[in-house]
Structures are given as structure tokens and as C-alpha cells.
């Protein structure tokens, strides 16, 4: 059975540091890892998808990253800022369409 | 707006009611879920439906009662519910069940009392 587990559970950091969240899966037979902000009472906002043959995805100043062997995947983000401040997740495949959620980590950027 | 539409936003239910939640997507795709959040628990999935066929019942109890009329619309019809049940129910929907990104709706933030 998939489980994922993400650390830390939350994190408070000043404005402009670059700072990393991390992930990691038991199973390591996945075909993508996902990535995904959300924000206080909405629902979830895909930010980064990555395919097994990927090591890692970009976009803007989200970088995320894929070691399938060691069932570990983390996400950068450069110049962190206040609109940063989310609950972020990862989530991995188990079989068929079951997507398996870690817990996420509460991040807080304070300006 | 996210290509997902969920209503209502908000529901407070007794214990013997009966209601309905929707979804609605505008994004073409093909496969259709709910998802239950608790608080302090991850994401559950309930349902997936495929083309408007169920593929997915993760061993939900029978008050959920899940419907796809076609590829764009999806309810989640509840009875007897009990207070534990209330939690953020989620839809989301993806282009195909494997290897594409979920688009998520912003939710019903449902109480039950």
C-alpha cells in the first residue's frame, strides 16, 4: 500500500528565502508525482506534474524534482513571498486512477 | 475560476436530511472524481468515473451515493449522514485517468449536525 509522507508539517521562513518541502513514497513503481498548492478553504491548485522519466519540472520559481530509487521528490521555491503562504502537497499514484495524498506541509512566508 | 464549479459552497445538514452536491466541469475531460478532506487527515478519494462509468468505489458507505449523467456533470447525493461525515468534499477531473494533472474544484464545506 502507497503511503506518502511530507516534512515538515509546517514552516514559517522570512520573505525572500529560498526554502525546500519534501516528499517521500513507499512504493516506488510510480509513473508521475504531482504536485499541488492549496490555499485556505479552496480546493487544489496543480502546480507541478512529473513523469517517472522526468528528474525533475520548472516553472517560474517552482522547481521540483524526482528520485524514483530512493521513492523521494522535492519542491524548491526561490525568493519566497507572501503569496507563497499555502498548504502544499504531493501526490503519487497507487493503481488505476487512486491518487494517494501526503498530509502537505503549512508553509508561511511572513514579510 | 478553475474550470471546475462546485456547489453550493457551503452546507449544513441534519442528520436525516437529504441533499445533493455538484460539479461541473468546462475543460473537455473525460475522467471525473470526489474527494473527501478531513481536517488533520490527507485527501481520501471516494469515486472515479471514466466516461460516466463508475471505476472506483473506495469502500465508501452507501449514505454517499455517487451519479455521472455524462462526462461534464457529477453529484454526490447524500442521506443519513452522520457528524463525522463532515469534512470539504472536493470534485476534481483530469483529460484521462493516468499521467495527466487533476484540475480541482474549490470545494463544499460540509457540516452535518
Known amino acids: 500500500k502507497q503511503e506518502v509522507t511530507q516534512i515538515p508539517a509546517a514552516l514559517s521562513v522570512p520573505e525572500g528565502e529560498n526554502l525546500v518541502l519534501n516528499c517521500s513514497f513507499t512504493d516506488s513503481a510510480i509513473y508521475n508525482l504531482q504536485w499541488f498548492r492549496q490555499d485556505p478553504g479552496k480546493g487544489l491548485t496543480s502546480l507541478l506534474l512529473i513523469q517517472s522519466s522526468q528528474r525533475e519540472q520548472t516553472s517560474g520559481r517552482l522547481n521540483a524534482s524526482l528520485d524514483k530509487s530512493s521513492g523521494r521528490s522535492t519542491l524548491y521555491i526561490a525568493a519566497s513571498q507572501p503569496g507563497d503562504s499555502a498548504t502544499y502537497l504531493c501526490a503519487v499514484p497507487e493503481y488505476g486512477n487512486k491518487l494517494v495524498f501526503g498530509a502537505g506541509t503549512i508553509l508561511r512566508v511572513k514579510s | 475560476e478553475t474550470g471546475v464549479t462546485q456547489t453550493p459552497r457551503h452546507l449544513v445538514m441534519g442528520m436525516t436530511n437529504k441533499k445533493s452536491l455538484k460539479c461541473e466541469q468546462h475543460?473537455?475531460?473525460?475522467?471525473m472524481y470526489w474527494y473527501k478532506q478531513s481536517a488533520k487527515k490527507p485527501l481520501e478519494l471516494m469515486f472515479v468515473?471514466?466516461?460516466?462509468?463508475?471505476?472506483e468505489n473506495n469502500s465508501v458507505p452507501s449514505r454517499f451515493s455517487p451519479e455521472c449523467p455524462n462526462s461534464s456533470h457529477l453529484f454526490l447525493h447524500l442521506h443519513t449522514l452522520q457528524p463525522e461525515d463532515s469534512a470539504l468534499y472536493l470534485c476534481?477531473?483530469?483529460?484521462?485517468?493516468?499521467?495527466?494533472?487533476?484540475?480541482f474544484g474549490n470545494g463544499t464545506r460540509l457540516t452535518v449536525t
Open positions: 476534481a477531473s483530469s483529460t484521462q485517468p493516468r499521467g495527466s494533472p487533476l484540475h
Open positions: 475543460l473537455g475531460h473525460n475522467a
Open positions: 468515473y471514466n466516461f460516466k462509468e463508475q471505476t
